[in-house]
């Protein structure tokens, strides 16, 4: 028998021969049974390794796999961004929680989307909240086996309409009370400009001339990969 007791303690260990290894570990327990069940699965989980035998991980409840993929997000992704994958399972959860991630097919996708359709979110949130899911799904490798009956909403991006000035003097107070001092300068320099967001974003100050009152805009580019704007001088 491979299991024992060592002098002087109330814990059993196991010890035993594996591929010219001496395999000597405590079972952390009292009980004879158990040591001798763990001693067997110890044995079983070498053997499984040693032959390329994957043991088939069990089947998850998706409120634990969506706990599970936030928490290594936490080491990698930005604050505003985990705080947005947090607000896209805000609606999520409630659907899904309860399913096992092997159970999520496309149409529970679909069916998502049309429910959140009549709550009057927008198509790209709902792509974003999707988004939420696949990632989940995908690290618990379920997507691979739905991914080609999704179909993420059609959005549109050609659709806008200029704020009034109410709506730019409430934007302007919320910039104001904002934690963050760059962004009201940010948004009174987009309003005033028509810079864009990547314009915006990689100024440098460089770029401005406070004594000649002038800006120079970086090299920026389309959609399409064409030349938009090359140092183009804005006054002010």
């Excluded at 010890?15 to 001496?22: G, I, L, P, V």
């Excluded at 936030?70 to 080491?75: E, F, G, S, Y």
């Excluded at 974003?201 to 000649?212: M, T, V």
């Amino acid at each position: 028998m491979s299991v024992y007791r060592p002098a002087g303690s109330r814990v059993w260990w196991y010890e035993f021969q594996f591929a010219n290894q001496r395999i000597r570990e405590s079972t952390k327990t009292r009980s004879k049974t158990l040591a001798i069940e763990a001693e067997r699965n110890r044995r079983r989980e070498l053997e499984c390794a040693y032959n390329g035998i994957k043991k088939r991980a069990s089947a998850k409840l998706f409120c634990v796999a969506a706990d599970e993929w936030l928490m290594v997000k936490q080491a990698t992704l930005a604050a505003s961004s985990l705080r947005i994958e947090r607000d896209n399972l805000k609606h999520i959860r409630p659907i899904f929680d309860r399913r096992l991630v092997t159970d999520i097919e496309a149409l529970d996708i679909a069916a998502y989307q049309k429910a959140r359709l009549a709550e009057d979110a927008s198509p790209k949130t709902i792509n974003l909240e999707v988004g939420t899911i696949r990632a989940i799904l995908r690290r618990n490798k379920v997507w691979a086996e739905i991914q080609r009956d999704v179909r993420m909403l059609t959005t549109r991006d050609d659709v806008g309409r200029a704020i009034t000035v109410e709506e730019e003097e409430v934007l302007l107070r919320c910039c104001l009370e904002s934690r963050s001092r760059c962004l009201y300068p940010a948004v009174v320099l987009a309003l005033n400009s028509g810079m864009r967001y990547g314009e915006i974003r990689l100024l440098q100050w460089k770029q401005l001339d406070s004594g000649g009152r002038t800006l120079i805009v970086g090299q920026s580019k389309t959609e399409n990969e064409r030349d938009a704007r090359s140092h183009s001088t804005i006054e002010f």
